[in-house]
C-alpha cells in the first residue's frame, strides 16, 4: 500500500530561521518526537544559504554536521526529511549571503537580509552568473556527500520558490542551471530523490522556471499554494485551490505532485486589522480538515503542512516577524508547543492510503504548450472551469 504522505516544513519555535547559527540538537530531538507522535512523516527542512556557505569556496562544516545530527534525529523518530538548498526566499524575506549580493541598490519586493540584517541590496542572478553557480554546486555536492545513503533521506529540494529572489533570462539558462545542479547531486548520490518548490506565482506568470522545465531533472514536482494570497480565489479559505494548482502542475510537468505547503495563521483571538488575514484556530482547523481532504481526493502524492510551530515572542523585533505579522502564527502548535485545533484534523489522516491519480482534465481547455502565452487569463478561465466540473460531480469535503 502506498501511503499519502503527510508532513510539515520546519523552522524550532524559538529560532525561525535564525535555527542553524544557535542549533540546538535536544530542541531538535524533542520537536521530531512532537510530529511523529502526531502522525506525520515527511519534515522539510532549509538550509539558509549564508548559515551553510559563508563563502562561494567555503562550506560550514558545523552546519554540515548540524544537517546529519538532524538527519540522525529524523531516523530516531521514524520521519524523512526533505533538504531544501539554497534559501533564499523565506517567509517573505531574501536571506541572501553577502558574497552573492550585487551592487544593485535598488529597492526589490521583497527585503534582503544578510548577516541577520536588513540591507539595500538584491541577489545576483545564479542563472547567468557563473561564480554564484559554481557556489552553489559546490554546495550541493557537499550536502549530497554529507546526506549519501542516510535513512532519513526522503528529497533534495532545490529551492524554496527561488523566483522570489531572481529569475532567469531564458528558459534555457533555467534548464542549464537545473541540469549542472542536479547533476552535481546525482554525481555524488546517485539514488537521492530530486523536487524543486514551485509556487502559485510560477503558473500566474511565465518565469521561464516552471513545472515543465522542472520536469526535466526532478522526480517528483512540488507545489505550494495559499489562497489568502491569491486574488483570484473565491475567498481566503477557498481549499479548491489547492488541487487546482497541484493538477495544473501535474497537466504541465506530467510529474507526479506533493503538496509541498499550504496552511493558514491562526490565533486564540483575531486582531481587528491585519493587512494579510488571521484566523481563529478553530476556523483554521476546518480549512485544514477541508484542504487534507481534497489533496487526498485528487490522488497527491501527499500535503506538508506550513508550519510546525508559531514563533516565540522574542523573535517579533527581527526580520521576518517585524513586518510579517501573519507570519509568527501559522504553526500547527503554539509557541510554548501545545496544539491547536488543526493538528488533531491533520492527524485524521494520519497512515490514509493514497488514493488513485486523478486523470480527470475535462477542465482543460487548451493544449499545455499553449499556456504561457496568457497564463493569467488561462489560470483564472481554467480555475472556474474546475470549479464547476467539481460541482458537476459532486466533489464535496469531509462534513
Known amino acids: 500500500m502506498m501511503k499519502f504522505r503527510l508532513g510539515i516544513n520546519y523552522w524550532p519555535a524559538s529560532k525561525a530561521m535564525y535555527w ?33 556557505q559563508p563563502a562561494p569556496r567555503r562550506i560550514s562544516e558545523a552546519a554540515l554536521q548540524h ?26 524575506v531574501n536571506w541572501i549571503p553577502a558574497w552573492a549580493l550585487s551592487s544593485n541598490k535598488l529597492a526589490g519586493r ?64 533555467a534548464m542549464a542551471w537545473l541540469a549542472r545542479i542536479s547533476e552535481a547531486i546525482r554525481a555524488v548520490d546517485s539514488h537521492g530523490l530530486i523536487t524543486i518548490g514551485l509556487h502559485a506565482e510560477d503558473l500566474e506568470e511565465d518565469r521561464c522556471l516552471g513545472p515543465a522545465e522542472a520536469a526535466g531533472v526532478c522526480d517528483f514536482l512540488s507545489m505550494h499554494g495559499y489562497p489568502i494570497y491569491l486574488r483570484w480565489a473565491e475567498s ?5 485551490v489547492l488541487p487546482f494548482l497541484g493538477l495544473l502542475t501535474r497537466w504541465l510537468g506530467g510529474r507526479d505532485v506533493l503538496f509541498e505547503e499550504f496552511g493558514i495563521p491562526a490565533v486564540r483571538d483575531v486582531p481587528p486589522h ?30 506538508l503542512l506550513w508550519c510546525f510551530a508559531d514563533y516565540a515572542e522574542s523573535l517579533w523585533k527581527a526580520p521576518p516577524l517585524d513586518q510579517a505579522v501573519h507570519e509568527r502564527h501559522f504553526g500547527l502548535w ?63 469535503c469531509l462534513p
Open 20 to 52: 542553524w547559527r544557535h542549533f540546538d540538537a535536544s530542541e531538535v530531538q524533542r520537536d521530531f518526537e512532537r510530529i511523529h507522535s502526531a502522525g506525520m512523516e515527511s519534515v522539510r527542512i532549509f538550509l539558509l544559504w549564508e548559515d551553510f
Open 67 to 92: 544537517l546529519v545530527e538532524t538527519a540522525d534525529a529524523a531516523t530516531r523518530n521514524s520521519l524523512s526529511l526533505i533538504v531544501t538548498l539554497f534559501v533564499g526566499h523565506m517567509s517573505g
Open 110 to 173: 521583497f527585503r534582503t537580509v544578510s548577516d541577520g540584517r536588513v540591507v539595500e541590496a538584491q541577489p545576483r542572478n545564479w542563472y547567468s552568473d557563473t561564480e554564484i553557480l559554481q557556489a552553489q554546486i559546490l554546495l550541493a555536492r557537499e550536502v549530497a556527500g554529507a546526506l549519501r545513503a542516510h535513512p532519513a533521506l526522503e528529497a533534495y529540494d532545490l529551492g524554496n520558490e527561488s523566483s522570489n529572489c531572481v529569475r532567469p533570462v531564458t528558459r534555457e539558462a
Open 236 to 240: 481566503a479559505e477557498d481549499e479548491r
Open 274 to 303: 491585519e493587512r494579510v488575514p488571521v484566523f481563529g484556530e478553530e476556523q483554521a482547523a476546518r480549512y485544514t480538515r477541508r484542504g487534507l481532504e481534497m489533496l487526498h481526493r485528487f490522488g497527491f502524492r501527499g500535503a
Open 334 to 396: 503554539r509557541s510554548d508547543h501545545s496544539p491547536k485545533a488543526a493538528l488533531a484534523e491533520v492527524q485524521r489522516f494520519a497512515g490514509s492510503e493514497r488514493l488513485p491519480l486523478s486523470e480527470e482534465y475535462d477542465w482543460v481547455d487548451l493544449p499545455a504548450d499553449e499556456y504561457y502565452r496568457d497564463p493569467s487569463a488561462h489560470l483564472r478561465r481554467l480555475y472556474q472551469n474546475f470549479c464547476n466540473s467539481c460541482a458537476k460531480e459532486g466533489v464535496q
